[in-house]
Every structure is written in C-alpha cells, then in structure tokens.
C-alpha cells in the first residue's frame, strides 16, 4: 500500500457503457444516487448500509440481466424481455422503486432524480418496456426482504465478569445487535461459519492480541507509525472507500452495464451476507472490546497480561462485541469478491478518506485485506484474532456465492 497521489486512477476518467440511450453507465449512475440516499442523507452505519446496497444492487442485477437475455442465474426473478427495452429505464426505475421504499421520507428528492433520469430517455416502447422490467425486479426484491428482521429490537448482552461484553468508553452505547438474526441474501443460515470463539482469557494467544493492540493500539502509542495511524482513520471512515474502489474498477477495467450490474450485486450480497454472521458470531460470544480487557486486565486471570485504567484506543470502539471484527468480514467478503469477479489478484486500485484526508493505493485485492486486519489493531478497536477470524468469514461467504449464485448458465 501506498498513501499519496497517484494519477491516472480516478473519478474523472469516463465510465464505459453498453447503454444505447446514455453515454454513461446507468449502474453507476445509479449506485451513485444510493450512496447518496444511504449516506449523505440517511447516515446509515456500514452493518446497515450493507443490506440497502444489496436490495438496491440485486434488483438492478436482475433487470439488466433479463433485458441481455439472461445469460446468468437471476438472483430473484428474470421478467420476459427480448432486448429491446431500454436498459437506462429498467436500471434508474429498479434502483428507484428500491430506494423509495427504503426511505419513504426521501421521496420527493428520489422521485426528482427519477424522472430526471427518464426525461433523458426517448419516449416510446422501449422505454414503456424497460420501466416495466425494471418495477419487475423491484418489486420482487421489496417483497423478498419484508420482515426480514432488519431493524428489529434485540440488544447486545452486557455482562459483568471477565471477557464479556459491556459498552464502552465514551459513548456507552450499544447498537446493531438486529443484524446478528436478519435473514441473509445467499447463505443458508447467519450461523453456517460459526468459529471456535475467541481465545481463551488465561492462554498465551489471547495474552499476545492483548499485549499487541495495548502497545500499537492506544491513542499516545509511541510504536504506531504515522502511516499506520492514517491507515486506521481511513478504514473507520463510515464513507466506505469500498463503493468508489468499485466505481474505479468500473472505469479502469472497462466493465459494461451488464459486468458491472454483476460485480455490484455480488460484491453488495457478499459483503451483506458477511456482515449478518460476523454480527453473529458476536452475538454468539460476546466478548469484551480491548478498551475493556485492558482497563480490567486485572480480572482475567492471565499473569501475562496487566492493567492500565487509563488506557483509550486511539478510535471510538464501536457499539458492540469484539469477535469477529464486522469490517474485516466486510472487507474480506468485498475483496475477495473482486478477486473472483475478475479472476486475478493484481489489480490496482485507491480510495480517498476525508477522515484521514488521504488517499490509499493497494496494488491487489488481498494487500487490501490485510492491511485492514492490522488497521483495526492500530486503532485500538479490534484483536488480531478477531480480525483474522473475521477475514475469514468473509472469504467463506464469497466461497459459497461462487458456488451458488450467479453463476453463467450452463456452468
């Protein structure tokens, strides 16, 4: 990874497109316009964040599928076309009716964007046609996701002994504890890649993540490089790097409207899926944040660990457990997606954080994954341990899509 500027890998450059009736590619025009919806307006956390893109992607997906002949497995439907529907309406119209019904409250600003979106595309039968495909895959989504256990009211336990979970400093909040039972997209169940739990309080490996994130993990680490500082800013930045990475691969890789309507529904559904057993595995062991173990390191019982009362990382800790880390699941999901999608690892790209007021480059998909492994270690959130494990999920749920969604017919 490099921090820095590096031309010739941006925003600016044209998206490619296999639209007949826009110069620009109504997937990204459109994903776009839901980063909008889900962050700029709505502030929507990652966990939550991750089932919106997904909806929104799937029905897209479906769309731009069936009007290109259904070369693919639908994820849910694949309404009649024979490819003269315009692709623009059914992208704009699926992605809208998605978002309308997500957040009701946005509708008039969503509403505009729509019929903006139309008024570009000529009047008559494919355009009729494409709005139909397009409220199709919509509608087939809204109802594949109603009660599905998002937003629910289930909360984190809180205990009081050694190793479990309370909430932590400054905040003392507690959130998200709903997304360990909401019903995933691909995977079969939330619980399928239940680990063997974090480490035990007396062993030597818990001793060695306490010890590690202790010394480069707190906000006055005289270890922590500047750059590893920077690193961990980035990767906490809840404007996720991950959709303009996506975006930029769109560009640099000279994807269609079709590709990328895949790659954005299988990247989305993967991280998703990702998040919703990460944050099971944390409802599952419920372990207590580094702040905690080391503030109360005096409870646990292991001679090579010791207290430090003042001791604070140097990010806010999130509101719930620490085992499995929800970005690396994320990330590993998202990553190794790519992987996948374009069939090699070498491939450069970068993201931009106003948080840290940098950008990052990585020169593949797996030094990615890695270096947000050590990130949540050197902010002061995270243990190695449930970094990995967290990692690991993610490449687990990308394993099981490969294997069952999405796929070319016939293969």
Sequence with gaps: MIAGSWPGIGSS??????????SANPVIVWDRNAETAIWDVARQQPQVQA???????????????????????????????????????????AAYRVLRSLFPDQEPRLTAQYDQALTAIPDGRSKQRGIA???????????????????????????????????????????GAWVASLKPFLIPSASMFRTSGPPALTSKRYAR????????????????TADQTQAAIWWHDRHLAEWEIKRQ??????????????????????????TIACYNEKAAWSFW???????????DGN????????????????????????????????????QHFFGRDDLPFSGYSADSGTTRHFRSFSEAIDEVVNARVWGGIHTRTADVAGAKIGRQ??????????????H
Aim: proline fraction near 8%; charge should be negative; hydrophobic fraction near 40%.
């Design 13 to 22: 450059i044209a998206y490619a497109s296999d639209s007949r009736t826009s």
């Design 51 to 93: 089932r919106s893109f997904a909806m929104v992607h799937g029905a897209v997906y479906d769309a731009v599928n069936a009007i290109a002949g259904a070369p693919y497995q639908p994820y849910l439907v694949a309404p009649a076309a024979d490819g003269s529907e315009s692709t623009d309406a059914a992208v704009a119209t």
């Design 133 to 175: 495909v397009g409220s199709r895959t919509a509608d087939a989504m809204i109802t594949a996701r109603e009660n599905d256990g998002a937003f629910g009211d289930q909360t984190w336990p809180v205990g009081t002994r050694p190793g479990q979970w309370r909430p932590t400093p400054p905040t003392y909040a507690s959130d």
């Design 209 to 224: 993540d306490f010890n590690e994130v202790k010394t480069v993990g707190a906000a006055n680490s005289t270890v922590r």
């Design 249 to 274: 691969l769109v560009t640099t890789q000279r994807l269609n409207t079709l590709r990328t309507a895949r790659m954005f529904v299988m990247v989305g559904m993967a991280e998703a899926d990702a």
């Design 289 to 299: 944040r580094p702040v905690s173990a080391i503030q109360l390191a005096d409870t």
């Design 303 to 338: 001679p090579e660990t010791a207290a430090d009362p003042g001791w604070t990382p140097l990010l806010v800790t999130p509101p719930h457990p620490d085992y499995t880390s929800g970005h690396t699941c994320f990330t590993g999901a998202s990553m190794s997606a790519l």
């Design 397 to 410: 749920v990308t394993d099981y899509m490969v294997t069952h969604h999405f796929k070319r017919k016939g």
